[in-house]
């Protein structure tokens, strides 16, 4: 029963994931990725990833410019890093208070009817396909 829910939600997946190229998670072709940072981040962080939302000047911590974490890392995209913060394990402060847990906010977009199967696959999938999408936006230079 469980691997077959698996298949299924491969098969459904699969075209979500892009085509243009044999790599879903490649910066041309992770949809995924792209379209949950446009969904989840853009409104503080901004379409252009650089932290000037429409809701940036109403935050009291400026949102964190998310094409230059390698940049300010030694040229290093600090992977793991930022899937924690996503996650919600490493804590940030936005408002006044925690920035959203996507983790916690992805769980609630898919059926809890599939949750003892494959719940947690998912949301760890769509945390790493945002990750991805992340590092494939760096710009180390100026």
Known sequence: MRFSIFVASLLIAAPVLGQESDDPF??????????????H????????AKGNGPMAEHLVTKPADLT?????????FPFGDVIHVIDGR???KGHGGPMPIFGALF????NPALAPFIGEE???G???????YLE???????
Do not use: M, W
Not at 68 to 76: D, K, M, P, Q, S
């Open 41 to 48: 981040c853009a409104t503080c962080h901004g379409e252009d």
């Open 107 to 110: 769980a609630k977009d898919f």
């Open 126 to 132: 769509r945390i790493l396909a945002l990750t991805y």
């Open 26 to 39: 490649a910066p041309e072709g992770n949809a995924v990725g792209e379209a949950s940072f446009l969904v």
């Open 68 to 76: 230059r974490l390698a940049a300010e890392n030694a040229g290093i």
């Open 122 to 124: 998912i949301v760890r």
């Open 90 to 92: 490493i804590p940030l």
């Open 136 to 142: 494939s936006i760096q710009q180390i230079d100026g």
